[in-house]
């Protein structure tokens, strides 16, 4: 795209589709699609805020935007995050929470609390907790919590079954004795569920030791691409690690990553506080990320890496393909996971793919349960 022609989509953006001005978009068929998905945003965001009697006097014959789907303010700000620099994004953000009336999300703590938990509420928090404070930033944290235990309920057992079963091909469930009970582990994970008034402990986890971990330990290294179209990937990374990590063979290393590296190993086990630490947003480096995966095997034999991005790389191609190419010839397993989620539909670099695949990776796009079933193919 040339200079002029990026001056007069600029133009094309702020005067938008109603304008006088008949301009045409100019570019690829990729650039023009996505410049089309930015003005359906802003149209969505300057017409709820303009009012009825700014677009048509008489507040008579209004109409709607030409975009393909109807928009709402959860699917907007996800798409948002997606399509516009960071810090545009947020100018955006706030003028939307301002003019859609979206602050007592953020400022009251009761309606917070009153709206039911799930994966849409879930995102929305997680995209907009960089503006939430106090009570209602410990809410929007609750909320995270109860949304991850819910999908680590709903996958769990599957998952644990298709792995264990895969890999003690003579046991179709681990056998929990009490001779094996964890009990400092199980009291100390369960101190936050101390009940004051009943001067009870709540167990909602109970942990084992296992006796095969001494011997047969894979080292799982999930390093996960803090993109804003990631986040679904990145809300089901954070259950899997939890599941992962709950196996009696995996010692997991936990990974996020955007140019900068933030390590969570220690935090494996609570995906919500990894959820509440993930910065959507910002530029890509996976070459660096990898390098740091790289460090952290020991015994390449029995380590997997499982990188979970898009493959929209920022940083040089060449320093990702030649890591990704030590990593292999390591004797480790490498895997690009483009997508995790409940739909496993993925937008990424089909090239770059291609060419990690060519050299031996695994390049694809998995729901959690096809996750679990391959990691049991894998360990087996």
Not at 8 to 29: C, E, V
Not at 325 to 346: C, M, Q, V, Y
């Amino acid at each position: 795209m040339t200079t002029e022609e990026q001056v007069l989509n600029r133009w094309r953006l702020i005067l938008g589709k109603q304008s006088d001005q008949n301009l045409d978009f100019s570019g690829s068929d990729r650039e023009i699609r996505g410049l089309e998905d930015m003005e359906n945003l802003l149209e969505y965001l300057y017409e709820q805020a303009a009012g009825e009697d700014v677009r048509q006097e008489d507040g008579q014959n209004r109409k709607g935007g030409t975009g393909k789907s109807r928009l709402n303010a959860a699917k907007w700000i996800t798409k948002v995050r997606e399509l516009f620099p960071k810090q545009t994004a947020e100018v955006l953000e706030k003028q939307a929470l301002e003019e859609f009336h979206m602050t007592e999300l953020l400022t009251d703590k009761k309606v917070l609390e009153q709206i039911q938990p799930d994966m849409n509420l879930l995102k929305t928090v997680l995209q907009l907790k960089h503006l939430m404070k106090g009570d209602v930033l410990e809410t929007a944290k609750i909320i995270a919590q109860k949304v991850a235990d819910q999908l680590r309920e709903k996958l769990e057992n599957d998952i644990r079954r298709s792995v264990l079963g895969r890999i003690d091909r003579n046991s179709s469930s681990p056998v929990h004795s009490a001779r094996n009970l964890d009990i400092k582990k199980t009291i100390r994970k369960n101190l936050k569920h101390y009940d004051p008034d009943s001067g009870q402990l709540i167990l909602q986890d109970i942990y084992f030791n296992n006796r095969v971990k001494k011997y047969s330990t894979w080292r799982v290294i999930i390093a996960i691409d803090e993109s804003g179209s990631m986040l679904g990937s990145v809300i089901y990374s954070a259950v899997m690690a939890q599941i992962i990590s709950k196996l009696p063979f995996a010692d997991v290393k936990l990974i996020i990553f955007d140019t900068s590296i933030v390590d969570l190993s220690g935090q494996a086990e609570d995906p919500a506080e990894i959820l509440m630490s993930v910065q959507l947003g910002g530029g890509t480096d996976i070459g660096k990320a990898l390098a740091y995966c790289e460090q952290l095997i020991e015994t390449p034999a029995r380590t997997c890496v499982l990188c979970v991005t898009d493959l929209y790389e920022g940083a040089p191609e060449k320093y990702l393909l030649n890591t990704s190419r030590n990593i292999l010839e390591s004797g480790a397993k490498l895997n690009f996971l483009t997508a995790l989620d409940e739909t496993a539909n993925p937008a990424y670099d089909r090239q770059l793919g291609q060419k990690l695949a060519n050299m031996g990776a695994f390049v694809g796009a998995l729901t959690p349960e096809q996750l679990g079933d391959y990691i049991g193919r894998m360990f087996s």
